[in-house]
């Protein structure tokens, strides 16, 4: 038995981020998948927000997949996926916290709302989410194809998992790549295909149906509530 496991649920776009590191990093691991809609009681035993991914190594857990991916960065071997220097990692951190607490929460109140007047004053604002990010890697990226330059790093690990689901915005609420994203569009070309990546993903027919409640309107999980006031998850 490993070490090592990791609590997790293949729909969840926060457990694929660990996913992808794990992969990355080539760590040795055993995975508990678990139903984000039939959730064990010995989940709240592990972490108070009862979400995933949760990992335990040996005597220790550890939720929250920004803090966990740091964790397994500095705990195992493998190329550095943080930088080396201060600055660099204020930076990191500043883009993984932006995407989370500003991006994301105005995509899912968008995948929440039923009112159509709303939903397209929300795609407008995520629109205007993705333009900052193309002028963030005009600002950060260099002439690396990764979000911080030369070296594939946490930041890409997670901000893939919520771009690779825009066409299921694109799909239920018709969000896009604006025109003007070359640096996002070039970004996604490079990562999408990466072996630690790509081992992660599904095509568009597997989202769909697992996002229909949120388009709905319908959807109650943790994640939901949290989502639909415009909250961070």
């Known amino acids: 038995m490993s070490e090592l496991t990791l609590i997790t649920a293949e729909v969840c776009p926060y457990a694929q981020r660990t996913r992808i590191v794990l992969g ?7 995975s508990v998948e678990i139903d984000l809609d039939a959730k064990p009681d010995w989940l709240m035993d592990l972490t108070p ?34 930088p080396a220097d201060e600055r660099g990692l204020a930076v990191m951190r500043n883009e993984i916290r932006h995407f989370d607490n500003v991006w994301l929460p105005v995509v899912y109140k ?12 929300l795609r407008a604002k995520a629109e205007d989410g993705l333009r900052f ?3 963030r890697l005009g600002q950060i990226q260099g002439d690396g194809p990764f979000w911080m330059g030369e070296r594939f790093g946490l930041v890409d690990a997670a901000v893939f998992p919520f771009l690779e689901r825009l066409p299921v915005f694109e799909h239920y609420r018709g969000l896009v790549l604006p025109e003007g994203c070359p640096r996002l569009q070039r970004w996604l070309d490079t990562v999408t295909p990466r072996a630690s990546v790509a081992a992660t993903c599904h095509e568009l ?29």
Request: aromatic fraction near 12%.
């Open 205 to 233: 027919e597997w989202f769909i149906p697992l996002y229909a409640t949120y388009a709905s309107g319908r959807g109650d999980g943790l994640s939901a509530q949290a989502f639909r006031s415009g909250a961070a998850n």
């Open 24 to 30: 990355e990093k080539e760590i040795a691991h055993e």
């Open 49 to 82: 927000t009862g979400r995933v991914p949760v990992i335990r190594h040996g005597d220790f857990v550890l939720w929250e997949s920004a803090i966990v991916n740091e964790y397994l960065d500095g705990s195992f071997g493998g190329a550095p996926m943080r």
């Open 110 to 121: 968008m995948l929440f709302e039923q009112d159509p007047v709303e939903q397209e004053a």
């Open 133 to 135: 990010l193309e002028a």
